[in-house]
């Protein structure tokens, strides 16, 4: 009698819906590997343009390509599902219209290999989409790429996710210790970083290029309401409110610099037990006003480090940049005296 064989080291999780266009490159990409002890966990979720006949046909030829076929339930389903499936001790997530580079898995298995107290490890992606016509995603990338240390991930997680979601590999005890991929009405990866993240687990990202991720007008974040602003900062209203209980040596009051988006999304801050002590406006007719009885100062009036704890909410393009700077000029350190949050 046989053995059974030995479980691969790399399980690759790849959710499928329609993507026929791209499917063959992003297999294709996972197949020209330089790291072979893989399987790759093709979860169709109710595909209806001969992605799952692709699927099979590949699978076919090479029997480390696993197919899973399930109805049309969405991408948490199709994760949850293949997750349930797989059976190597390390996850890497593939989009069905993304391309990793050849050496991809082989480092990031060494680098968890080599560093045991990391939980996940992403790499820094090549934006593969219209620069001008994709202005914010073009941007996001640059953001993300330039995240590459724990402390600067786990800094920077209440701006927006620090992780382009097909870029990692994680270890699969991380689901079991603390859960994967919930439905509900938010982005499933950013839930996911921001409950691994507050219950310690260590991320760090290569500083390689070794995933290209493409911008479709088919990917979800462009056309599922999950992905939409609001629901980001629903989902991280909690865990930052949590994160300032930890940190914030004057909780539960802040400073909360922004404007009247970034008042209204602050709701859901108080909502979670943060108060308001004032607001930092840089709009001469709102200084020296207040609102809801809070008082609007100028940056200037902002008192020295120490004094109180500032939540910078502001996501306008270059105006959060200019923010840190100045609280860093003030003596302001993050994590110590201010956070961004988007």
């Known amino acids: 009698m046989s053995r059974p064989a030995a479980p691969p080291a790399i399980s690759v999780l790849m959710p499928v819906h329609d993507a026929a266009p791209t499917l063959s490159a992003a297999v294709e ?14 979860v169709d979720d109710g595909s209806t343009d001969g992605s ?7 699978a076919r030829g090479d029997a480390r390509i696993r197919v899973l076929e399930r109805p049309h339930r969405g991408v948490v389903d199709a994760l949850n599902a293949g997750l349930a499936a797989a059976r190597g001790p390390l996850i890497a997530r593939m989009d069905a219209d993304d391309v990793s580079l050849p050496r991809r898995l082989a480092r990031q298995r060494s680098h968890l290999d080599n560093h045991p107290e990391v939980g996940l490890v992403a790499c820094r992606v090549r934006f593969a989409g219209d620069e001008r016509r994709a202005a914010g995603y073009a941007r996001h990338v640059a953001w993300t790429n330039g995240l590459g240390s724990h402390e600067a991930i786990a800094l920077a997680r209440f701006v927006e996710s620090p992780l382009a979601h097909p870029s990692v590999m994680f270890r699969r005890e991380l689901i079991e210790r603390h859960g994967g991929y919930r439905p509900g009405d938010f982005p499933e990866d950013y839930d996911l970083w921001l409950r691994w993240l507050e219950a310690g687990v260590r991320m760090e990202k290569l500083p390689e290029v070794l995933l290209v991720w493409r911008d ?11 992905y939409a602003p609001d629901a980001f900062h629903r989902v991280k209203a909690g ?26 999304r602050a709701r859901l801050l108080e909502a979670e037990g943060v108060v308001v002590a004032a607001y930092v406006d840089i709009d001469p007719r709102k ?6 009885g809070r008082p609007v100062i100028a940056p200037s009036a902002l008192p020295a480090p120490g004094v109180c704890f500032v939540v910078a909410a502001v996501g306008s393009v270059g105006a959060r940049e200019q923010i840190e700077r100045a609280l860093i000029c003030a003596g302001y350190r993050a994590g110590r005296d201010y956070i961004l949050a988007g």
């Open 29 to 42: 990409s996972i197949r020209d590997q330089t790291e072979t002890d893989w399987e790759l966990v093709a």
């Open 52 to 58: 799952l006949e692709a699927l099979r046909d590949r």
């Open 216 to 226: 479709s007008p088919a990917r979800l974040s462009r056309r599922d309401r999950r």
């Open 239 to 264: 865990h930052l409110a949590r994160w300032l209980a930890r940190h914030n040596p004057r909780h539960p009051e802040i400073v909360l610099w922004g404007g009247r988006v970034t008042r209204r």
């Open 287 to 292: 200084i020296g006003l207040a609102i809801a």
